[in-house]
C-alpha cells in the first residue's frame, strides 16, 4: 500500500529557479565566493578532529548498545525534529566506529571533513586515494534515515554495483539498505532497488528512469490529480510501471565530470521512426559531398566544428538536387544535408569520436574513452555517419522525451558531490547548481614530481620521444601509465611499443575488457598501461612491492586536453596517499586543442621557432597551449550556456502551450 505522502513524493521534484543575470548574478558570484571561504575549510577540519576524537570513546561499546544508539538516532532524522542537525557530530562519529567495525575501514579526520561537506550540500574536492567511497557513506545514510530517496551517482555500472556490495555491511548497521540499479535491469527488478535507503546508479540510467516514469503518468504528475481520478475510477491507476520513488538527496561521484563535462549532452527516450526518404537523402548527400573540394566549394570552421558552403558549392549542390529525393530537393533542406554529410566527413572521425562494431556505429565518450551503447547523434549526423563509413543506413529516431542533465540536477531538494577536480570550475558550479566547492586536505602530504611540458613541432617527432620515455623509465622499473585522447593514439602508440618488443596492457574503447583489473595492475614493477583519457577512473592504482623505492608510479600525458580538469584527473593517477610518484606531458602544434584554439599565424610562428631550436621556444609554445585552454573553455562554458538557455526557452514554450513542461 503507497501512503498519499509517499505518492506525492513519486513525482515531486524542486522547481529550480531562473538563473541570475546582470546585477543580481554579480551579487550571486559574490555570495559564492563567500561560501567557499577559508575559513569554512578550517572550521570543519577542527570539528571534523572533534568527531574522530570522540568516535574513539566509542570503541569499548558491544554492538548491541551501538546499535541502540544508532536507532535513537535514526528516529528522530526520520522525524526531522527541530535541531536535529546538532546530533550530526554525535552520528558522525557513531558512524566512524561503525565503519571501522563492519569494512575494516577508520575514516579519517579528513574524511570525515568530507562527509561533513556533503551533508551540508558541498562539492568536495578530494585527490585521488583518500577514501571517497567511504566518505560519502556517511552522509548518505544519514540522508537515508529521513526515510526520503537518497541517490548515489557514479559515472558507470561497474563503480555503482562494487560500491554497493563493499559498503553493505555499513549501511546494514545502520540500519540502511542498499539498492543498486544497472542497465540490463527489468522495470520490476528497478522498482525493488529504488525502494532501497541508499540507491547506487549511474547518471544516464537515473534520468533515464525519471523520464520514463514521466512518460507512464503522461498528465496525472501532480499527486492530488492521481488521488481523484482513483476515487472517481476506482479501477484506474496512473502509477503502474512507475519505478522511481522520488528525487530529494543526491551524491555524485566524480561530480565534474557529470555537472560540467556531460551537462551539455542531453539524455533523449526516442523510438525508431521509420523515415525512408531521410535514409536515401543522407545516402545520396553523402554522395553529392563527395564531389565538393575543400576551400573551394566550402570553408570549415575548426573552433566550432562547423561547415560553410561557397557559392561555387552552391550552385554545385543546385545542379545535383535532383538526384535528391521528394521534400529534400528544397534549398535549404539540401544545403542542410550536404553540410551535415560534409561535417561527418571533416569533423567526425573513426577510431576517435565512433568506432565500428559489429557493423554499427558506436559512439566513443570523449571526455572518458569509453563506449556509449545504444546512442545516437540527432538531426540525421548519425546517418551521415553511417553512409560515410559505407554501413547500412538506419532510420531516425522520434524524441519522445528530452532533459538536459544540468536540469535534472537541479530538480533535487540537496545536492552534493565529490571528485579530485573542481577548482576550475567552482564558479560555474555555483552559478548553475549553486554548489560551493570545498577542498578537502590530503591525509598525507603530495609528494608528486611534475616535470615540464614538453613540446614538439610536429606528432611524429612527439611519438618518437613518447616511446623512448617510455622506455627509459620502463628500464628503471617504474611502472609508466600512459595517457591518450582517442583510440586511434593508443592505437598507434601501441603499434610503435610492440614493433619494439615492450610489453603493455592496452585499454581503450574497443579493448575494454576487465578495465578495473588492467588499471588496479599498472602500478606494479615493470608494468606499462596504455590507457584512452580516463579510463579506469574510479579504481585506485596501489604500487607493488618495491614500486616506492623506485620512485613510484610516472604518468605520461600525450596531449592536453581541452580542459585543464581533464589534464589534472590524469596525473592525480600518481602520488595517491603520499606515495612518491611523477608526471609529465607531451605535446606538439599538430595536437587538435592547438589546430583548434591556436591562430594559423602563431602556429607557424611557433613551429619555425622550435624547428630552428630558437632559445625560448618551448616556453613560448606553452604560453600559446595555455591560450588554446583557456579559448576551449570560454568555448565549452558558453555551449552549457546556451543548454541551459534552451531547457528555460522550452520550458516557457511548452508552459505557454499548456501542454506541460520540457519533461
Known amino acids: 500500500m503507497i501512503l498519499p505522502t509517499q505518492d506525492y513524493r513519486r513525482t515531486h521534484f524542486v522547481i529550480p529557479d531562473k538563473l541570475h543575470r546582470g546585477l543580481d548574478g554579480a551579487v550571486h558570484g559574490l555570495v559564492g565566493l563567500y561560501s567557499r571561504r577559508p575559513r569554512i575549510g578550517r572550521s570543519l577540519k577542527n570539528e571534523s578532529e572533534k568527531i574522530s576524537e570522540a568516535a574513539g570513546e566509542l570503541r569499548h561499546l558491544s554492538d548491541r548498545r551501538l546499535r541502540d544508539r544508532i536507532d535513537e538516532m535514526r528516529i528522530r532524522f526520520r522525524r526531522?525534529?527541530?535541531?536535529?542537525?546538532?546530533?550530526?557530530?554525535?552520528?558522525?562519529?557513531?558512524?566512524?566506529?561503525?565503519?571501522?567495525?563492519?569494512?575494516?575501514?577508520?575514516?579519517?579526520?579528513?574524511?570525515?571533513?568530507?562527509?561533513?561537506?556533503?551533508?551540508?550540500?558541498?562539492?568536495?574536492?578530494?585527490?585521488?586515494?583518500?577514501?571517497?567511497?567511504?566518505?560519502?557513506?556517511?552522509?548518505?545514510?544519514?540522508?537515508?534515515?529521513?526515510?526520503?530517496?537518497?541517490?548515489?551517482?557514479?559515472?558507470?555500472?561497474?563503480?555503482?554495483?562494487?560500491?554497493?556490495?563493499?559498503?553493505?555491511?555499513?549501511?546494514?548497521?545502520?540500519?540502511?539498505?542498499?539498492?543498486?540499479?544497472?542497465?540490463?535491469?527489468?522495470?520490476?527488478?528497478?522498482?525493488?532497488?529504488?525502494?532501497?535507503?541508499?540507491?547506487?546508479?549511474?547518471?544516464?540510467?537515473?534520468?533515464?528512469?525519471?523520464?520514463?516514469?514521466?512518460?507512464?503518468?503522461?498528465?496525472?504528475?501532480?499527486?492530488?490529480?492521481?488521488?481523484?481520478?482513483?476515487?472517481?475510477?476506482?479501477?484506474?491507476?496512473?502509477?503502474?510501471?512507475?519505478?522511481?520513488?522520488?528525487?530529494?538527496?543526491?551524491?555524485?561521484?566524480?561530480?565534474?565530470s557529470v555537472l560540467i563535462d556531460e551537462a551539455v549532452t542531453p539524455l533523449i527516450i526516442s523510438r525508431a521512426q521509420e523515415n525512408k526518404p531521410l535514409v536515401e537523402a543522407c545516402q545520396t548527400a553523402h554522395e553529392i559531398a563527395g564531389n565538393l573540394v575543400l576551400d573551394e566549394d566550402y570553408k570549415k570552421n575548426i573552433r566550432y566544428r562547423e561547415v560553410h558552403l561557397t557559392k561555387d558549392g552552391l550552385m554545385k549542390v543546385e545542379e545535383q538536387a535532383r538526384l535528391l529525393p521528394g521534400i529534400w530537393r528544397g534549398t535549404a533542406r539540401r544545403v542542410e544535408l550536404v553540410q551535415q554529410a560534409l561535417t561527418a566527413r571533416e569533423f567526425y572521425k573513426r577510431d576517435k569520436q565512433y568506432?565500428?562494431?559489429?557493423?554499427?556505429?558506436?559512439?566513443?565518450?570523449?571526455?572518458?574513452?569509453?563506449?556509449?551503447?545504444?546512442r545516437t547523434w540527432r538531426h540525421g549526423l548519425h546517418q551521415?555517419?553511417?553512409?560515410?563509413?559505407?554501413?547500412?543506413?538506419?532510420?531516425?529516431?522520434?524524441?519522445?522525451?528530452?532533459?538536459?542533465?544540468?536540469?535534472?540536477?537541479?530538480?533535487?531538494?540537496?545536492?552534493?558531490?565529490?571528485?579530485?577536480?573542481?577548482?576550475?570550475?567552482?564558479?560555474?558550479?555555483?552559478?548553475?547548481?549553486?554548489?560551493?566547492?570545498?577542498?578537502?586536505?590530503?591525509?598525507?602530504?603530495?609528494?608528486?614530481?611534475?616535470?615540464?611540458?614538453?613540446?614538439?613541432?610536429?606528432?611524429?617527432?612527439?611519438?618518437?620521444?613518447?616511446?623512448?620515455?617510455?622506455?627509459?623509465?620502463?628500464?628503471?622499473?617504474?611502472?609508466?601509465?600512459?595517457?591518450?585522447?582517442?583510440?586511434?593514439?593508443?592505437?598507434?602508440?601501441?603499434?610503435?611499443?610492440?614493433?619494439r618488443d615492450h610489453p603493455f596492457n592496452l585499454l581503450n574503447a574497443v579493448r575494454h575488457k576487465e578495465e578495473a583489473q588492467i588499471v588496479a595492475a599498472a602500478g606494479e614493477q615493470n608494468r606499462i598501461t596504455l590507457a584512452t583519457n580516463m579510463a579506469g577512473r574510479g579504481t585506485d592504482i596501489k604500487l607493488g612491492r618495491g614500486v616506492a623505492e623506485l620512485g613510484g608510479l610516472h604518468v605520461m600525458a600525450t596531449e592536453r586536453h581541452e580542459s585543464v580538469r581533464i589534464d589534472r584527473q590524469l596525473f592525480g593517477r600518481c602520488a595517491r596517499q603520499g606515495d612518491p610518484g611523477s608526471a609529465q606531458a607531451?605535446?606538439?602544434?599538430?595536437?587538435?586543442?592547438?589546430?583548434?584554439?591556436?591562430?594559423?599565424?602563431?602556429?607557424?610562428?611557433?613551429?619555425?621557432?622550435?624547428?630552428?631550436?630558437?632559445?625560448?621556444?618551448?616556453?613560448?609554445?606553452?604560453?600559446?597551449?595555455?591560450?588554446?585552454?583557456?579559448?576551449?573553455?570560454?568555448?565549452?562554458?558558453?555551449?552549457?550556456?546556451?543548454?541551459?538557455q534552451m531547457d528555460t526557452w522550452l520550458e516557457e514554450a511548452l508552459a505557454f502551450t499548456g501542454t506541460g513542461s520540457a519533461i
Open 80 to 256: 526531522q525534529e527541530y535541531g536535529c542537525d546538532t546530533l550530526l557530530p554525535d552520528a558522525l562519529a557513531i558512524m566512524v566506529e561503525v565503519a571501522d567495525r563492519t569494512l575494516g575501514l577508520r575514516p579519517f579526520p579528513v574524511q570525515v571533513m568530507g562527509a561533513m561537506a556533503l551533508y551540508r550540500g558541498t562539492l568536495a574536492e578530494m585527490a585521488t586515494g583518500e577514501g571517497k567511497s567511504l566518505t560519502a557513506c556517511l552522509p548518505a545514510a544519514l540522508a537515508a534515515w529521513t526515510g526520503r530517496p537518497c541517490h548515489f551517482v557514479t559515472v558507470n555500472d561497474y563503480l555503482a554495483n562494487r560500491d554497493a556490495v563493499e559498503m553493505r555491511p555499513f549501511y546494514a548497521f545502520c540500519g540502511v539498505s542498499v539498492g543498486c540499479v544497472q542497465g540490463a535491469m527489468a522495470p520490476e527488478e528497478r522498482r525493488e532497488n529504488y525502494e532501497r535507503g541508499v540507491v547506487y546508479t549511474t547518471l544516464k540510467e537515473l534520468v533515464a528512469d525519471f523520464l520514463r516514469d514521466r512518460l507512464i503518468i503522461g498528465g496525472l504528475h501532480n499527486a492530488s490529480r492521481r488521488l481523484l481520478r482513483e476515487m472517481l475510477q476506482p479501477g484506474r491507476r496512473g502509477r503502474e510501471g512507475v519505478v522511481l520513488r522520488g528525487l530529494d538527496t543526491a551524491i555524485v561521484d566524480e561530480a565534474d
Open 586 to 644: 607531451f605535446m606538439s602544434l599538430e595536437d587538435e586543442l592547438v589546430q583548434r584554439f591556436v591562430p594559423a599565424s602563431m602556429r607557424n610562428r611557433l613551429t619555425s621557432a622550435l624547428k630552428r631550436k630558437t632559445p625560448g621556444a618551448g616556453r613560448l609554445s606553452q604560453a600559446g597551449l595555455s591560450h588554446a585552454q583557456r579559448a576551449a573553455k570560454r568555448l565549452a562554458y558558453r555551449q552549457r550556456r546556451n543548454v541551459l
Open 355 to 374: 568506432v565500428i562494431q559489429d557493423g554499427k556505429v558506436a559512439i566513443v565518450d570523449e571526455f572518458t574513452g569509453r563506449l556509449m551503447p545504444n
Open 384 to 499: 551521415s555517419v553511417e553512409a560515410k563509413e559505407g554501413l547500412e543506413v538506419n532510420d531516425p529516431s522520434e524524441t519522445l522525451a528530452r532533459l538536459s542533465f544540468q536540469r535534472f540536477f537541479r530538480f533535487f531538494r540537496r545536492l552534493s558531490g565529490m571528485t579530485g577536480t573542481a577548482k576550475e570550475a567552482a564558479g560555474e558550479l555555483w552559478y548553475i547548481y549553486k554548489l560551493p566547492v570545498l577542498a578537502i586536505p590530503t591525509n598525507r602530504p603530495c609528494i608528486r614530481k611534475m616535470f615540464p611540458d614538453t613540446v614538439f613541432a610536429t606528432g611524429e617527432e612527439k611519438w618518437e620521444a613518447v616511446v623512448q620515455e617510455i622506455e627509459k623509465w620502463h628500464n628503471t622499473g617504474r611502472p609508466v601509465l600512459v595517457g591518450t585522447r582517442s583510440v586511434r593514439a593508443s592505437e598507434k602508440l601501441a603499434e610503435m611499443l610492440a614493433a
